[in-house]
């Protein structure tokens, strides 16, 4: 039996069985957005493939019934975690009235609902960093109990909205922790080709803040590193940046084709550290997790995406005469 690392980082063995959920479920519906998007059913799919651990991980650390996170695009595990169910993002995926995020306005992947919490954002890179250090000082001046969750991909830390989020976050010890999603590409530009220095982490101190690299393979890190960095900024000791390192596993997005810039060598041995399918090894290895379990939990899992897809391919368009709706006052 291996030793159970998870309950020194302060999780329970449900703790853990609970993080190992939404990683699944994030998995099993980004799977089924790909099916759906070649069999034409749905525009666009942007993935979370192999990001999972880095995603859950950091989002378990937050209190997911008062903080506030503003998540970028590849984040359908913190979404998830932070309350948004499958059938909400199957709205969002085939487009439909009803979708929270934006009533079927904007791509998928662009998240955001009021009552989760979950603040939206705009398809330029790394505007949601500014949004989330404003957040966070207008809860620092109305003395409001929250800490704010921002992530972006590494190829948007060189994006000016980055630098000057963090450097006002630094200068008035806001509460907001900066979670850099590093997966090693930024489209087809390779990790080498993006950053002079060696890790994103490096940048914390020129912003008076500390800054951690984490495998974004190991959910428990992840954890640990992040709920440390929440409660210092509870506490009022100001931001942190979190760099996760893992791995796309998918091509950028659906419109995207990844064999004409890396080679299927460098994808299968990132594949054979799929964060899905290590922790779920580690649940079996502590004995946390049986193979009964995870199949009982894969089937249900799968009759609730079932469920949502149904649900969302019959749902309804909005109505052409609602198209002006919350784009000026209303
Ligand atoms: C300001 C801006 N420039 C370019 C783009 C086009 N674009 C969309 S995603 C992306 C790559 C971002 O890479 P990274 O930050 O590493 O995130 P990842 O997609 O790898 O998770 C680019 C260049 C954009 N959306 N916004
Ligand atoms: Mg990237």
Known sequence: MV????????LTDEQVLEMYRYMLLARRIDERMWLLNRSGKIP??????????????????????????????????????????????????FAKAEDPNS???QMPGHFGQKKNRIVTGSSPVTTQVPHAVGIALAGKIEKKDFVTYVSFGEGSSNQGDFHEGANFAGVHKLPVIFVCENNKYA?????????????????????????????????????????????????GEGPT?????????????????????????????????????????????????TEDM?????????QIIDDATEYAEKAPYAKPEDAMNYVYGN
């Open 187 to 235: 489209i087809s530009v390779p990790i080498e080709k993006q950053l002079a220095c060696e890790n994103v982490s490096d940048r914390a101190i020129g912003y008076g803040m500390p800054g951690y690299t984490v495998d974004g393979n190991d959910p428990i890190e992840v954890y640990r590193v992040t709920k440390e960095a929440v409660d210092r900024a509870r506490r």
């Open 3 to 10: 030793e159970k690392r998870h309950l020194q980082a302060g």
């Open 241 to 289: 940046l979190i760099e996760t390192v893992s791995y796309r596993l998918t091509p950028h997005s659906s419109d995207d084709d990844d064999r004409a810039y890396r080679g299927r060598e460098e994808v299968a041995e990132a594949k054979a550290k799929d964060p899905v399918i290590t922790f779920k090894q580690y649940l079996l290895d502590t004995g946390v997790l």
């Open 103 to 105: 009533g079927g306005r």
């Open 294 to 302: 995870d199949k009982e939990l894969n089937a249900d899992m799968m």
């Open 44 to 93: 666009f799919v942007v993935s979370c493939q192999g990001q999972e651990a880095a995603q859950v991980g950091t989002a378990f650390a937050f209190d997911r019934a008062k903080d506030y996170s503003l998540p970028y695009y590849r984040d359908l595990g913190v979404v998830l975690a932070f309350g948004q169910t499958p059938k909400e993002i199957m709205l969002q995926g």
